[in-house]
């Protein structure tokens, strides 16, 4: 029974350990232990604001399909200006125009994604120039590299063979991921280009998917979710 006991308290004290800085910050700022996601909103004129929808409905999805113990369903959004980018264990970046970080943006974002922090953007058609700029000003030592379809992000609780799903056509082009991995190793920027997730989480009646599209998007976010939150 003691050996039960101590290998208990080595898991919660990797667990424990492991969402340090996210429980740290929420404490700080007095919210409770829920997961929850953040839109990030940024300066340049995109639309970083688009399908607020999206993120309910993934909140929603978790909720209905998987044990994760998510906040309620609302969107949030939080401004990379500021240091509230801290209370979040995963931000999502999307939209269809510019982006511009500043040096200070910049060096919080990867400070951010340094400690423990996981950055997902999803292009939404118009924004692969621009983020790719913008996220060499946050890691300048690093490149964005596809990641290969055996990569865990596409297996992490469904099974993705062949890597993203294709929501939707834009270019006609094969849908791609990209990763930049922190110091340590991790997994901390997950580019999503020519698929475009996020808008199969919105609501119905905003890009009128079919179910099936709809339900690859939010398997595909329950992965990206579920790898975020376990490494």
Known sequence: MKYIIVILTI?????????????TANQSSGKNNKVSIARLKYSGGGDWFNDPSAEVNMIEY??????????????IAVDISTNDI?????????GHGNINFSPEEAARLRKYCESGGFL????????DESFRREIKKVFPDRNL???????PIY????????????????????????G???LEGRLCVFYTYETNITDGWADTKEHQDPPEKREEAFKM?????????MN
């Open 11 to 23: 898991l919660l004290s990797i667990v424990s350990s492991s969402n340090e800085n996210y429980n």
């Open 62 to 75: 978790l909720k209905k399909n998987t044990l994760i113990d998510v906040s309620d369903p609302k969107f």
């Open 86 to 94: 801290f209370n979040f264990p995963i931000l999502i970046l999307t």
């Open 120 to 127: 997902f953007a999803d292009d939404d058609y118009g924004m």
């Open 145 to 151: 590299i596809e990641l290969p379809f055996n990569h």
């Open 155 to 178: 297996n992490s609780h469904y099974n993705f063979p062949n890597g993203l799903p294709k929501i939707h056509e834009h270019d006609q082009k094969p849908p791609q991921g990209f």
């Open 180 to 182: 930049i991995y922190s």
């Open 221 to 229: 976010g329950t992965n990206i979710i579920v790898y975020a939150l």
